[in-house]
């Protein structure tokens, strides 16, 4: 049985860091593209990072490029997101995903994976 399960999350003030973790079971991460995933409450579920399966390609949107960072370990089966600079908009449920990906390639649609996580909830306030 294949299983994502998110952590690192919880409050921190707008200009703190987090860092959350996606570790897999079940299966081996360091075969399958990887995406982080956010909703936030009435909004559509947004893509904030991906990474491909061997080169380690990565693709970050404007909202999130320079202050978001995705890592795999595949040592310990971990994806993480290292996010920094953070700011009330950033507000939400985070998910990982993953994707059996033959292609290699960065995968952004979330319709598009295979597995996800019950998510892990990011609060930024003062």
């Known amino acids: 049985q294949v299983q994502l399960v998110e952590s690192g999350g919880g409050l921190v003030q707008p200009g703190g860091s987090l860092r959350l973790s996606c570790a897999a079971s079940?299966?081996?991460?360091?075969?399958?593209?990887v995406g982080w995933f956010r909703q936030a409450p009435g909004k559509e579920r947004e893509g904030v990072s991906f990474?491909?399966?061997?080169?380690?390609?990565?693709y970050y949107p404007d909202s999130v490029k320079g202050r978001f960072t995705i890592s795999r370990d595949n040592a310990n089966n971990t994806v993480y997101l290292q996010m920094n600079d953070l700011k009330p908009e950033d507000t939400a449920l985070y998910y990982c995903?993953?994707?059996?990906?033959?292609?290699?390639?960065?995968?952004?649609?979330?319709?598009?994976?295979?597995?996800w996580g019950q998510g892990t909830q990011v609060t930024v306030s003062a």
């Open positions: 990474i491909s399966v061997s080169d380690g390609k990565t």
């Open positions: 995903a993953a994707k059996d990906d033959p292609f290699n390639t960065i995968v952004v649609i979330p319709r598009s994976y295979d597995y």
């Open positions: 079940g299966l081996i991460l360091a075969d399958h593209a």
